[in-house]
């Protein structure tokens, strides 16, 4: 985007614009910077000409994210023009070009111009506020009801466990009466998905309580997806589902149970968005550079729903599944940005879905 086709010059006379180009100072960003903090000094106005913008408020040990911004808007305002440093963080959610105007100057050519660029800027920080008040409030809604859930969580977890202790006894039991290759397989299933059940439960929990706890080794993705295919194996082959596994051998630290049940709430969308009809899904992997490994699952599903695109990793957002809480896909960006990784989607109706994940290299 051209620079002052930003809002920020809207207001100002041409001699004004002609100051604050020279005044403008570009600057790149990579996804996940930091721009300021805040309380920072506020010691300047950023227009955006490309990327996005999040401003975010800290919360006790949570950050909140009250706007966001992109291309052609400005922020960093109100600091400048009360002096009192900023009342919020403001980071990059992608790569983000910025132009940064150094305050003290800018100040001059404020003061300089008609009455109306002063009243633009405060019209711009009322709509912030109304935008940020309108975001707190459903930031409180969801944090009620994750509540919730944490103490649902808790509740399952305190009831289940008579019952897979019992489970698990059970198929010890029946391991060593009957040590033939297919009854150990499929007691080693059993104990494998009765662990799962219980790991599931935890994770709500640990999202609910906004921390989840990673225990990291050093994971083969060869093996990640090995395992994956034979835990599903026989459910896929029962819904007509032909699904395919590139594999190498790359490595990341991870947390293993955590990344397969990642990989599985990937694997069960996909399924689901068959509905009744057969259909493909692929997982691949490949070396995307020197320090990034790449996961991807991809499926020749109806796609994401339009309406649902930008939130979909947020919480309580789901298609309208039987039966979803709209939490699994928001638990698995908590899992993957706990392993200092990220994930996407890409999709177009009726053209399927693909998800991205992107995880440190070994």
């Given amino acids: 985007?051209?620079?002052?086709?930003?809002?920020?010059?809207?207001?100002?006379?041409?001699?004004?614009?002609?100051?604050?180009?020279?005044?403008?100072a570009r600057h790149a960003y990579p996804r996940g910077s930091s721009v300021f903090?805040?309380?920072?000094?506020?010691?300047?106005?950023?227009?955006?000409?490309?990327?996005s913008i999040e401003l975010t408020k800290r919360d006790r040990d949570q950050t909140v994210v009250i706007a966001r911004l992109g291309p052609g808007d400005y922020f960093g305002e109100m600091g400048v023009i009360d002096r009192r440093g900023r009342s919020a963080g403001a980071r990059t959610a992608g790569e983000t070009a910025l132009v940064r105007l150094a305050a003290e100057p800018l100040r001059e050519i404020i003061l300089a111009e008609p009455s109306a660029v002063a009243l633009a800027l405060f019209h711009h920080i009322s709509e912030h506020l109304r935008s940020a008040n309108a975001l707190l409030l459903e930031t409180v809604v969801r944090k009620e009801k994750l509540e919730v859930v944490g103490e649902m969580a808790a509740s399952i977890i305190h009831d289940l466990k008579n019952p897979m202790t019992s489970i698990q006894i059970a198929a010890d039991l029946l391991a060593e009466k009957h040590a033939d290759r297919e009854s150990v397989e499929m007691t080693r299933i059993i104990l494998r998905q009765v662990g799962r059940m219980a790991g599931m439960v935890n994770e709500l929990l640990d999202y609910s309580r906004?921390?989840?706890?990673l225990t990291l080794e050093p994971l083969s993705i060869r093996d990640l997806f090995s395992e994956l295919e034979q835990l599903n194996a026989g459910y896929l082959r029962l819904r007509g589902i032909a699904c395919s596994f590139s594999l190498i051998d790359g490595s990341i630290n991870a947390d293993r149970d955590r990344l397969l049940r990642t990989l599985q709430n990937l694997l069960n969308n996909a399924?689901?968005?068959?509905?009744?009809?057969?259909?493909?899904?692929?997982?691949?992997?490949?070396?995307a550079d020197a320090k990034t490994l790449e996961i991807r699952v991809a499926d020749n599903g109806p796609g994401i729903p339009e309406a649902i695109r930008d939130r979909?990793?947020?919480?309580?957002?789901?298609?309208?599944?039987?039966g979803g809480t709209g939490l699994g896909l928001a638990i698995a960006q908590t899992v993957i940005e706990a392993h200092s990784g990220s994930i996407s989607c890409s999709s177009r109706a009726g053209g399927g879905a693909a998800f991205t994940i992107l995880l440190p290299r070994l």
């Fill in 271 to 287: 399924v689901e968005s068959f509905g009744d009809q057969k259909g493909k899904i692929a997982f691949s992997a490949r070396i």
């Fill in 1 to 24: 985007m051209d620079l002052e086709n930003n809002r920020f010059f809207a207001a100002f006379s041409a001699e004004g614009r002609r100051k604050l180009k020279a005044l403008a």
């Fill in 312 to 322: 979909l990793f947020e919480p309580f957002v789901t298609a309208g599944k039987k």
């Fill in 37 to 51: 903090s805040e309380n920072d000094p506020a010691d300047s106005v950023y227009l955006i000409l490309s990327g």
């Fill in 210 to 213: 906004g921390r989840p706890a």
